[in-house]
């Protein structure tokens, strides 16, 4: 079993800012290591489909940004802790979502996922 503990969500006005958490176990409930290789965010808002945010390769740091949050969020990382950050800046309403932690692991055939964090953005 591998749980992603997410946090950070919240309400904030157009224009302000939130930092997500993120934090994947370093082994298994049976002991198994969890080697992450990458981790995510991805969100979903109501009625539509889970899009990508943004993710970050842990070996070298490579990140990747949708279109739609570039040069507004930042994903950082912390390699031993296994954790991975979201900073997002400018938010707007239509960055209003459930955002999702995702981690992909050496080994492990499927990617993770946390339970979900709600963003909410007023205008």
């Known amino acids: 079993q591998v749980q992603l503990v997410e946090s950070g969500g919240g309400s904030v006005e157009a224009g302000g800012s939130l930092r997500l958490s993120c934090v994947a176990p370093?082994?298994?409930?049976?002991?198994?290591?969890?080697?992450?290789?990458?981790m995510g965010w991805f969100r979903q808002a109501p009625g539509k489909e889970r899009e990508f945010v943004a993710n970050i390769r842990w070996s070298g740091g490579t990140t990747s940004y949708s279109d739609s949050v570039k040069g507004r969020f930042a994903i950082s990382r912390e390699n031993v802790q296994n954790k991975v950050y979201l900073q997002m800046n400018s938010l707007k309403p239509e960055d209003t979502a459930v955002y999702y932690c995702a981690a992909d692991a050496l080994g492990y055939g499927t990617r993770y996922w946390g339970q979900g964090t709600q963003v909410t953005v007023s205008s």
């Open positions: 370093g082994h298994t409930s049976s002991g198994r290591p969890f080697s992450v290789l990458a």
